[in-house]
């Protein structure tokens, strides 16, 4: 895209010639960047551009081979609506006091500015595509005030994310058994996802020919249940190995507290699940991740074939993480590596660090002011988060010594929590306390050593591998988490 006819202050000039540079961006890029945000729904991190051997996702692949892959990013919390407040407004659930579906993010701040507004303050083109904001029960739909026309397929249940075909076209038989399952011989555009990648190809096709910048948000359902991609990507998986968790029961001396009822797909069956249904389940989120890679490859194409991708960042990311039976548990709502991971790639036209890996410890909230940075905006104040532009730059860097997560019990709770899980992760470990709301009583804790058990299999809270390193834990839990009351001065 070109840029002609506009003058620029001083002072953005001055920040993009500091900024851009330093990205390794080319001289001529000095215009204001576009910015393409693509958001998607329960991925887990291990199964997202990682090498997993079995997850087909070449376009993830190619996404993150043209920017920085962080291979440490963590949610704030395991659970739609306060991750997504949290990252779209850079701040905390408990600075928002949101913890559970219901509560818009207005009812805390009104006056709160989100992450694509500040962009529309600042004459950027804002528009929303999906699922970005809390897609449900909710007195405000989404987010109004943050685009700069309607959000369009965002404001739904997941489960009327049924089969349309045009025409008077017969829907095909569902050929899937297990609950929550289906595999229908139908084109992209007959569910939601393959909708929302046609539209936002069209906007950056309109894009193309604006002279405004843009922020274009677009928000996936996948892989989130139900677990129905089309037939087509079920069957990229007919030959693999899928097999039920190696680790399906609890951890070693977890405290029942960490664990929860998966009730978003054990309400739908009778009985404990069959092998063979937990091979199904596995098997449609597999294919529920290479449906949502086929639609990321539609943008990155368009982007490609417009030209828009020599000033366009991209950001990618997951509200959380997922579990598939692992620890006997299904879906998210806990503090666990497997809800509290989550992929996250950011790739700047021109980047020198394009390909790269960091291990960098980093939150979903940091990518609001890692967008402020490298588009030269002024920030809006009372962000939790940190630039991580420094990562951008040189990926062994990193800023910020733990990641925090944190999850209410009871998981989906009415009027405030009995009690509140929070977990701090840092290189070596992850410490989780579990407490009273009210009075801020600690009633369990756990501890994972991630050097000698990835998975999480055994709570050494009595034993520490290293105590001085979990000391350290101990001491940056408490500064984040004060031994208070949640949500209490």
Not at 246 to 274: F, Q, Y
Not at 315 to 340: I, Q
Request: a negative charge; proline letters at 9%.
């Amino acid at each position: 895209m070109i840029f002609t006819g506009r003058r620029r202050s001083p002072l953005v000039l001055m920040l993009l010639l500091i900024f851009c540079p330093a990205l390794g961006l080319r001289s001529e890029a000095a215009e204001k960047p576009n910015v393409l945000f693509i958001g998607t729904d329960d991925l887990r991190c291990d199964l997202a551009c990682y090498g997993h051997p079995l997850v087909k996702t070449p376009n993830l692949d190619r996404l993150a081979s043209r920017g920085v892959l962080f291979k440490q990013a963590y949610c704030q919390q395991a659970l739609c609506n306060p991750s997504r407040a949290s990252l779209m407004t850079g701040r905390r659930p408990d600075s928002l006091q949101i913890w559970n579906l219901p509560k818009h993010f207005r009812e805390a701040d009104p006056n709160i500015v989100t992450l694509p507004q500040l962009f529309k303050q600042n004459g950027y083109f804002t528009q929303n595509i999906g699922k970005i904001f809390h897609n449900w029960r909710q007195k405000i739909e989404g987010d109004p005030a943050s685009w700069s026309v309607p959000a369009v397929l965002h404001y739904a249940r997941h489960d009327d994310d049924q089969p349309q075909l045009e025409g008077n076209q017969e829907i095909p038989e569902n050929l899937a058994t297990a609950p929550r399952t289906e595999r229908r011989d139908v084109p992209d555009s007959a569910y939601f996802d393959g909708r929302i990648a046609d539209l936002a190809v069209k906007a950056l096709q309109e894009f193309e020919q604006k002279q405004q910048p843009f922020f274009l948000a677009v928000g996936f359902w996948k892989p989130h249940l139900p677990f129905n991609p089309p037939k087509q990507y079920w069957d990229m998986y007919k030959d693999s190995s899928v097999q039920p968790a190696s680790n399906p029961g609890p951890p070693e001396g977890v405290p029942p507290i960490a664990l929860h009822d998966s009730r978003e797909i054990l309400r739908a069956v009778k009985g404990k699940l069959t092998d063979a249904q937990t091979i199904e389940l596995r098997t449609g989120y597999l294919a529920g991740i290479s449906y949502l890679d086929a639609q990321v490859g539609k943008l990155l194409a368009e982007l490609d074939r417009s030209g828009l991708s020599d000033n366009t960042i991209i950001v990618f990311w997951s509200d959380h993480g997922f579990h598939l039976g692992e620890h006997s548990l299904w879906c998210k709502t806990s503090n666990f590596e497997n809800d509290a991971h989550v992929p996250l790639m950011i790739s700047v036209p021109h980047m020198k660090t394009a390909g790269e890996t960091s291990d960098a410890l980093v939150e979903l909230l940091d990518m609001y002011p890692t967008l402020v940075e490298l588009c030269g905006l002024p920030s809006p104040g009372t962000l939790e988060g940190t630039s991580l532009v420094p990562v951008l730059k040189d990926p062994t860097q990193s800023v910020k010594p733990a990641a925090y997560t944190q999850h209410p019990r009871p998981a989906y709770y009415n009027k405030q929590p009995e009690n509140m899980g929070v977990s701090v992760r840092t290189p070596r470990y992850r410490y989780t306390e579990w407490r009273e709301f009210e009075t801020g009583k600690i009633i369990a804790k756990e501890l994972y050593d991630h050097s000698r058990d990835p998975e999480e299999n055994t709570n050494i809270i009595e034993h520490p591998t290293d105590q001085a390193e979990f000391e350290k834990a101990v001491q940056l839990l408490e500064a984040q988490f004060p031994r208070k009351p949640a949500g209490k001065d």
